[in-house]
């Protein structure tokens, strides 16, 4: 199967419900007081604003490939943090395959010009498909290499126009318990929300993905769309998209709306801020033939080693502040 096919999948083919509904009557009241808003990190004053970073192309392909030795498929798929299927690792894996791939939408909203309900063929359309061997690493403590199939976030984000009031980025993940039977439970508030910056969505790295190792992206993994951000934790990688939405303040996250003092909004990889019960200074390396329990620790690097790429994006930024 080549690059484009494993990417072009045809649209064709593609918490008690009264507790959840109490929650979201609540936000939606403390939505609709003016002024007030709704703290998604450790800090109710806002972030500096987007960068001015100019990253030139040689930079930014520096950081599409690695030579670091890559983790095996089967690890790939069935090592998994994907709750809607379970919170054990294998439990994405091992569940019955009841998520229904085609077709799939996906909604485009808030600021920007050409809003809409798009088919995923036609929210890739235009896009040239390519490889990328990214490292992840998770917020957890171990981390793989991982040949991904996509293409670059900012050329489809580009397609709707944003306008210059969108100074973040929201994304959504499918919400149907009967698809995602994880979502019975209340492991988090349902459905999973991540956001960007505007300038970090629109990084080269940043890359919507559809595939791995030359095939179309498994359940597990997050079929049939999702983001993958090299230099934030694995958790920013939110899976199953069916929105985006640009926004103008910094939108709630799942982890963070969960648990603030421990999961922040930017969650860039930093060996030096430690999660408060564990250390981020090193990671635990699944590839080749390593086991998952007993795989080699290494050192854990700025931006998860492509700070070369993106450390320009958070000049002047105190990143112990803004986790």
Same mark, same amino acid.
């Given at each position: 199967?080549?690059?484009?096919?494993?990417?072009?999948?045809?649209?064709?083919?593609?918490?008690?419900?009264?507790?959840?509904?109490?929650?979201?009557?609540?936000?939606?009241?403390?939505?609709?007081?003016?002024?007030?808003?709704?703290?998604?990190?450790?800090?109710?004053?806002?972030?500096?604003?987007?960068?001015?970073?100019?990253?030139?192309?040689?930079?930014?392909?520096?950081?599409?490939?690695?030579?670091?030795?890559?983790?095996?498929?089967?690890?790939?798929?069935?090592?998994?943090?994907?709750?809607?299927?379970?919170?054990?690792?294998?439990?994405?894996?091992?569940?019955?395959?009841?998520?229904?791939?085609?077709?799939?939408? $996906?909604?485009?909203?808030?600021?920007?010009?050409?809003?809409?309900? /798009?088919? =995923?063929? @036609?929210? *890739? &359309?235009?896009?040239? +498909?390519?490889?990328?061997?990214?490292?992840?690493?998770? $917020?957890?403590?171990?981390?793989?290499?991982?040949?991904?199939?996509? /293409?670059? =976030?900012? @050329?489809? *984000? &580009?397609?709707?126009? +944003?306008?210059?009031?969108?100074?973040?980025?929201?994304?959504?993940?499918?919400?149907?318990?009967?698809?995602?039977?994880?979502?019975?439970?209340?492991?988090?508030?349902?459905?999973?929300?991540?956001?960007?910056?505007?300038?970090?969505?629109?990084?080269?790295?940043?890359?919507?993905?559809?595939?791995?190792?030359?095939?179309?992206?498994?359940?597990?993994?997050?079929?049939?769309?999702?983001?993958?951000?090299?230099?934030?934790?694995?958790?920013?990688?939110?899976?199953?998209?069916?929105?985006?939405?640009?926004?103008?303040?910094?939108?709630?996250?799942?982890?963070?709306?969960?648990?603030?003092?421990?999961?922040?909004?930017?969650?860039?990889?930093?060996?030096?801020?430690?999660?408060?019960?564990?250390?981020?200074?090193?990671?635990?390396?699944?590839?080749?033939?390593?086991?998952?329990?007993?795989?080699?620790?290494?050192?854990?690097?700025?931006?998860?080693?492509?700070?070369?790429?993106?450390?320009?994006?958070?000049?002047?930024?105190?990143?112990?502040?803004?986790?």
């Amino acid at each position: 199967m080549s690059l484009r096919d494993a990417l072009r999948i045809p649209s064709s083919e593609i918490t008690d419900e009264a507790v959840y509904r109490d929650r979201r009557r609540l936000l939606a009241a403390f939505a609709a007081v003016p002024g007030l808003g709704l703290a998604s990190c450790s800090d109710a004053a806002p972030p500096p604003a987007p960068s001015k970073a100019v990253i030139t192309p040689e930079q930014a392909r520096a950081g599409f490939r690695t030579s670091e030795e890559l983790t095996r498929l089967e690890d790939v798929t069935t090592y998994n943090n994907f709750y809607e299927f379970g919170t054990g690792k294998s439990d994405p894996s091992r569940a019955d395959r009841t998520l229904r791939l085609k077709p799939w939408s $996906v909604a485009i909203g808030g600021q920007c010009a050409k809003p809409g309900v /798009v088919s =995923l063929d @036609d929210l *890739l &359309k235009g896009s040239t +498909p390519e490889e990328r061997v990214y490292r992840l690493r998770c $917020v957890e403590g171990w981390s793989m290499v991982i040949p991904w199939l996509g /293409v670059p =976030l900012a @050329d489809v *984000l &580009k397609k709707f126009e +944003p306008t210059s009031k969108a100074r973040y980025v929201a994304f959504t993940t499918l919400e149907d318990p009967k698809q995602m039977p994880g979502q019975r439970y209340s492991a988090l508030d349902w459905p999973y929300r991540e956001g960007l910056r505007i300038d970090e969505a629109m990084h080269p790295l940043a890359f919507l993905v559809t595939g791995l190792y030359g095939k179309p992206l498994p359940q597990q993994n997050g079929a049939p769309l999702r983001l993958v951000v090299p230099w934030k934790y694995g958790f920013k990688g939110i899976k199953s998209i069916v929105a985006i939405t640009f926004v103008q303040t910094m939108p709630p996250t799942s982890w963070n709306d969960a648990q603030s003092e421990e999961y922040g909004f930017f969650s860039n990889v930093n060996p030096d801020v430690d999660h408060p019960r564990w250390s981020q200074k090193t990671e635990r390396r699944i590839a080749g033939t390593q086991s998952k329990l007993f795989a080699e620790r290494i050192p854990t690097r700025m931006f998860n080693g492509y700070a070369d790429q993106v450390a320009s994006l958070y000049a002047g930024m105190n990143l112990r502040k803004w986790f």
